[in-house]
């Protein structure tokens, strides 16, 4: 297995509100817009409390409580001019888009931001968007193939003068991309993200990816999927990706507080749509290879936030937050991937009350291996 990479500060990335609905899919109130101009200040407001990144969404059409959708590169490239320092992760579909095509774009929207964009590659779970637009769905594992060629194919195009790929699903051939995105000592071009709790997408993420995500997990589930993706890694011979972990954050002044904002969450959970996504996403799993997958044990209130962020638990007081946060650090975890109920209030309590502990319990950690899952116990 890999070692893993030298200790960082944790980093921080939001989920961008850019589909209606919020993150959670209930009728609780939301004090969050699907907007350019309410998501325009919110990344103004990230940025200046301690956010490193922001990840667009992509949707294309409605579906499960999300009526509405900003594209998401488009988006990402409007919030990058807005700020300053913030970087943004587009979200994106091999087998909607082109590697060639969207390394165009991505050399531009880097040079116009000065080095902060990014991409998260999204092998794929709503059929209908593919099937509604004519393109082929494929099954599980064969989209992770796809993916791990687009991303490949990504790479080349960004990084070699005249790239080539003989691959299964795509074919480069001398392609030369001038100008290309920049090169800079934090990184020879945008970062690559990639998401996927199958054995199929550590194997990926070893293999090909700068970053993993994982869904909201606790302390064993981001024990077993580190294990798996450093060992794909060094079974590959490249540095082990960094990883990242989604969680859902209710910081409220007392935990009790905290506590009853989840009850009501899912008390007001839209049950019709959550059993629509539910019964669209139950194919993630037995699909694979070995039945395992997104989603695959996800309970009702799990999917209530429909990337499991409660199962995180960063839910209470700030200094419980603290606590946990620091200790998936000493697991492995480089950073978290955070959703809101009320965005602009909360990523800003987040900055003013959680943010400064976790700084403060990061400077007291030992420089000593991480921990093992016995820690969050």
């Known amino acids: 297995m890999s070692a893993p990479p030298p200790s960082q500060p944790l980093r921080f990335a939001y989920w961008v509100p850019n589909v209606s609905g919020g993150l959670v899919t209930s009728t609780v109130e939301q004090r969050t817009d699907w907007g350019y101009d309410y998501n325009r200040e919110l990344a103004v407001l990230a940025e200046r409390n301690g956010f490193d990144y922001a990840l667009t969404q992509v949707r294309y059409m409605a579906s499960y409580g999300a009526e509405y959708q900003h594209e998401s590169t488009a988006f990402s490239l ?57 393109e082929p769905w494929l099954e599980h594992d064969e989209r992770y193939r796809r993916a791990e060629e687009f991303i490949t194919a990504l790479r080349g195009i960004w990084t070699e003068d005249r790239a080539r790929l003989a691959g299964d699903f795509y074919r480069i051939r001398d392609f030369s991309l001038k100008p290309k995105p920049l090169n ?45 993706v450093r060992a794909a890694a060094a079974s590959a011979g490249r540095p082990a990706p960094r990883f990242g972990l989604n969680g859902f954050l209710i910081a409220r002044d007392t935990e009790a507080e905290a506590r009853e904002v989840l009850r009501e969450i899912v008390a007001h959970a839209d049950t019709e749509a959550v059993h ?101 116990t």
């Open 184 to 228: 800079t000592p934090q990184r020879p071009h945008p970062e690559i993200f990639q998401g996927g709790n199958s054995t199929a997408a550590r194997a990926m993420a070893g293999r090909v990816s700068d970053w993993y995500f994982s869904n909201g997990k606790d302390c064993a589930g981001v024990t077993e999927q580190l294990t798996d």
């Open 276 to 376: 629509g996504f539910a019964s669209a996403v139950t194919q993630a799993g037995p699909s694979t290879a070995d039945g395992k997958g997104m989603w695959q044990d996800s309970s009702f209130e799990d999917l209530v936030q429909y990337n499991d962020g409660f199962r995180t638990g960063l839910i209470g007081t700030p200094e419980q937050i603290a606590e946990r946060i620091v200790a998936y650090k000493r697991l492995g975890v480089d950073l978290f991937l955070l959703g809101f109920l009320h965005y602009q209030e909360e990523v800003e309590y987040f900055g003013k009350r959680v943010l400064p502990l976790v700084r403060e319990r990061e400077a007291q950690l030992p420089d000593t291996p991480r921990q093992s899952a016995a820690v969050l």
């Open 78 to 134: 409007a919030l990058l001019l807005a700020t300053e320092r913030l970087k943004v992760i587009a979200a994106v579909h091999p087998g909607l888009w082109h590697p060639g095509v969207l390394a165009k774009l991505g050399a531009t929207a880097d040079q116009l931001s000065g080095g902060r964009f990014a991409v998260n590659v999204v092998s794929g779970w709503f059929k209908g968007e593919f099937t509604a637009l004519g």
